[in-house]
């Protein structure tokens, strides 16, 4: 057990639609990375937020945002879901956002556009 | 050129056996170095971080980083059938983020 928690774990929704999935990070940490699995691959970085404030995006569209508040827990939202959005949706937690940092990751959000 | 390579495997080895797992990495600047174990279905699981050129073991795991060569590498000793998984290596990259390969996939037979 990491101590990072993700909520839901499983979900289905139309294409159009929006969806938020949510990171409650482990005890201490303050930084939040978000990552998108799809089946076979590792994982792509979308973004990562560090006390609050956004601190790196990977090369995700626009309709990917996030948030992280004063708990350090952290929301991913993506708005107008398309059928490639498929995937295993991941949040690591990590300690102030150094490189010699190490990142644990929740068990993850299996979102299925259909 | 993609920043972190991997074999996609599977690499298949015997019960008892050394598996290596092998990685390249783009950025030479990256200065932080993980290997993540990730079961099917499962999240990925931090089993290994590397910082300094040479060898760091951790039980029955070695990792091995060669800056220099811009490579790092997993070994596992005495390989058990709860081995089998896709290893994922991950380097911390100058874009303050972490970059993970595809993975190899590993299965080690009876």
């Known amino acids: 057990e990491t101590g990072v928690t993700q909520s839901p774990t499983h979900l289905i929704k139309t294409r159009g639609q929006q969806v938020t999935l949510r990171c409650s990070s482990q005890?201490?940490?303050?930084?939040v990375s978000w990552y998108q699995q799809a089946l076979g691959q590792g994982p792509q970085f979308i973004f990562q937020?560090?006390?609050?404030?956004?601190?790196g995006r990977g090369n995700f569209p626009p309709r990917f945002s996030g948030l992280q508040f004063p708990n350090y827990s952290s929301e991913l939202n993506v708005n107008a879901l398309e059928l490639d959005d498929s995937a295993l949706y991941l949040c690591?937690?990590?300690?102030?956002?150094?490189?010699?940092?190490?990142?644990?990751f929740g068990q993850g959000t299996r979102l299925t556009v259909v | 050129q993609k920043e972190v390579e991997q074999n996609s495997g599977p690499l298949s080895v015997p019960e008892g056996a050394i598996a290596s797992l092998n990685c390249t990495y783009s950025?030479?600047?990256?200065?932080?170095f993980f290997w993540y174990r990730q079961y099917s279905g499962k999240s990925p699981e931090l089993i290994m971080s590397?910082?300094?050129?040479g060898d760091k073991e951790d039980g029955r795991f070695t990792a091995q980083l060669n800056k220099a060569s811009q490579y790092v590498s997993l070994l596992i000793r005495d390989s058990q059938p709860s081995d089998s998984a896709t290893y994922l290596c991950?380097?911390?990259?100058?874009?303050?983020?972490?970059?993970f390969g595809s993975g190899t996939r590993l299965s080690i037979r009876p």
């Open positions: 950025d030479r600047v990256s200065q932080s």
């Open positions: 690591a937690s990590s300690r102030d956002g150094a490189m010699n940092t190490e990142a644990f």
């Open positions: 991950a380097v911390y990259s100058s874009a303050s983020k972490i970059i």
């Open positions: 005890s201490g940490h303050n930084t």
């Open positions: 590397i910082y300094s050129n």
């Open positions: 937020y560090y006390r609050e404030e956004e601190n």
